[in-house]
């Protein structure tokens, strides 16, 4: 049995929408953590949802050294915060609506 091609394109209905968010977001966290222990990789994800609520991974217990060695080669062109502050910005944050997967 063949699976059929997908439309790339928002899921309107908002349950559908939501199942297919929590699923394809926990294969993404297997794949990291797969790719992490089988190719010996340093992995961060990092994924918030339409709600607000932040879900990440790292292989290694400390998100932050991934970001700021990967802070370290990203070129600084722009005066502006990048991504990667704020992201670390958001560490700081409580973790009320945190999920880590490990």
Known sequence: MVRGKIQ???IENTTNRQVTFSKRRSGLMKKAYELSVLCD?????VIFS???R???FSSIHDM???IERYDKHVKKGQNSKSEVQQCME???L????RTTYR
């Open 54 to 56: 932040l879900y990440e």
């Open 41 to 45: 990789a340093e992995v961060a994800v």
């Open 50 to 52: 339409q709600k607000g």
């Open 94 to 97: 409580p973790s009320l609506n």
């Open 8 to 10: 790339m394109k928002k």
């Open 64 to 66: 932050n050294g991934t």
């Open 90 to 92: 958001v560490r700081k």
